[in-house]
C-alpha cells in the first residue's frame, strides 16, 4: 500500500506542477487582472460546475465574499449552487439549462463567468459559456484532459492534461483558484494601509 501511496502522491505534486508552466502563469496573471479590473469597475464573478467542481466553485467564491489571508472588504463573487434554482430548472427545463439560465439571471456586461470541468464536454456549461458570450461577459475556464468542447471558448482558459481522473485536475484547479485569489488580494489591496483600513472597518 505504501508503494501505492507515494505514487499517488507524486501524481498529486505532477499535477501541481503543470501550473509552472508557462501557459499556466500567464493564464493566473491574466485572470487575475481581468478578475480585479472587473471588481473595480464594480462588477462580479458567477461560477458554476459540477459535482466536485461545484464544491470548487463555492469554495472560489466564499474566498472572496469571506476571508482569504487577510481581512479587506468582501469581493461579490455567485456560485451557481442554490438547490431550489438547480432543482426548478433541471426539473422544468432539462439539467442541461440549470447554469445558462443562472447567468441569464445574473449575469451583467461588467460582470465574469467562470466555469469548471475536467472533461470540458458538459452540456449544461458549454449552455451558460454561451448564454454569456450573448450577454457580453467575459469567460475564464478551469479545463481537464483534452480541454474537450469548451477548449478555445473562454476568454482565458486553463487546462490540465495528462490525467485520466477528475481527482488530480480538481487538485490542480483547487490550487490554481488559491493562487488567483492570492493575486487579486495583492493587486486590490497590495498595501498594508488599504488592509489596516479594511481591518478597521470590521
Request: proline share 1%; net charge negative.
Amino acid at each position: 500500500m505504501r508503494e501505492k501511496i507515494q505514487a499517488s502522491v507524486k501524481e498529486a505534486i505532477r499535477a501541481a506542477e503543470k501550473l509552472s508552466e508557462l501557459e499556466s502563469i500567464a493564464f493566473l496573471e491574466n485572470s487575475a487582472i481581468m478578475i480585479a479590473d472587473c471588481f473595480e469597475s464594480g462588477g462580479k464573478i458567477i461560477i458554476a460546475g459540477n459535482g466536485g467542481s461545484l464544491c470548487d466553485a463555492m469554495h472560489f467564491a466564499e474566498e472572496l465574499t469571506g476571508v482569504f489571508r487577510n481581512k479587506r472588504k468582501a469581493l461579490p463573487a455567485i456560485a451557481l449552487s442554490e438547490p431550489g434554482h438547480l432543482t426548478c430548472v433541471g426539473n422544468d427545463l432539462g439539467f442541461d439549462s440549470v447554469f445558462s439560465r443562472g447567468v441569464e439571471a445574473y449575469g451583467k456586461k461588467e460582470d465574469i463567468f467562470i466555469g469548471l470541468t475536467t472533461s470540458g464536454k458538459s452540456k449544461n456549461l458549454l449552455n451558460a459559456f454561451k448564454t454569456a458570450k450573448e450577454l457580453g461577459l467575459r469567460t475564464i475556464a478551469f479545463l481537464g484532459k483534452s480541454g474537450g468542447p469548451l477548449k478555445g471558448e473562454a476568454d482565458l482558459e486553463l487546462i490540465i492534461d495528462g490525467f485520466s481522473f477528475s481527482d488530480r485536475i480538481q487538485e490542480a484547479h483547487m490550487a490554481a483558484i488559491h493562487i488567483l485569489i492570492e493575486m487579486v488580494e495583492e493587486i486590490l489591496f497590495s498595501s498594508k494601509e488599504e488592509l489596516m483600513l479594511c481591518s478597521s472597518r470590521s
